[in-house]
């Protein structure tokens, strides 16, 4: 993967949207962005898996209410292929709180609050790399 590391991001269709019967709405938007889909799986995340892939966010007053949320559900998790992939597909996704999210985002369209906002997305391509590696192994890349 790495030889095209640029060009690879890692996605999350969250439980939010997939429980309101969106993914197959967002991954359309997704293939009309010109995404090559890499790698897809359906997931539920336990807890710690949850923890585990927000790491970063341990100490932020929402990690709780963030854990629980995100291991909820089944998500989709993505690899997605596009030049530039990490910033294009975080510009799809629009801001993290809907509310302030631009007119023709994911989470302008799908999302319901900054907690609950229907999609993630790395946000380097250094994350992505890592993120990828949390969710996908080789053998699961096409
Ligand atoms: P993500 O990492 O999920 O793509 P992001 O990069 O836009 O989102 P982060 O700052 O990394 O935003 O926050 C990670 C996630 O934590 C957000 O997507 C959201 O679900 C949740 N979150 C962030 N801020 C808040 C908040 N103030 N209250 C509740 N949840 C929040
Ligand atoms: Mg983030």
């Not at 799986?41 to 929402?62: C, M, S």
């Not at 993290?96 to 369209?109: F, H, I, N, S, V």
């Amino acid at each position: 993967m790495a030889e095209q590391a640029g060009n690879l991001t890692f996605g999350i269709i969250k439980p939010d949207a997939v429980r309101a019967g969106r993914t197959g709405a967002v991954l359309q938007r997704v293939l009309d962005a010109g995404f090559r889909l890499r790698a897809m799986k359906l997931i539920h995340l336990t807890r710690r898996e949850a923890e585990g892939f927000y790491e970063v966010h341990r100490e932020r007053p929402f990690f709780g209410e963030l854990t629980a949320f995100m291991s909820s559900g089944p998500c989709v998790v993505l690899a997605l292929e596009k030049e530039g992939a990490v910033r294009a597909w975080r510009d799809l996704m629009g801001a993290t709180d809907p509310a302030k999210a631009d007119e023709g985002t994911l989470r302008k369209e799908f999302a319901s609050s900054i907690g609950e906002n229907a999609v993630h997305g790395s946000d380097s391509e250094e994350n992505a790399q890592i993120e990828l590696a949390y969710f996908f192994s080789r053998l699961e890349f096409v």
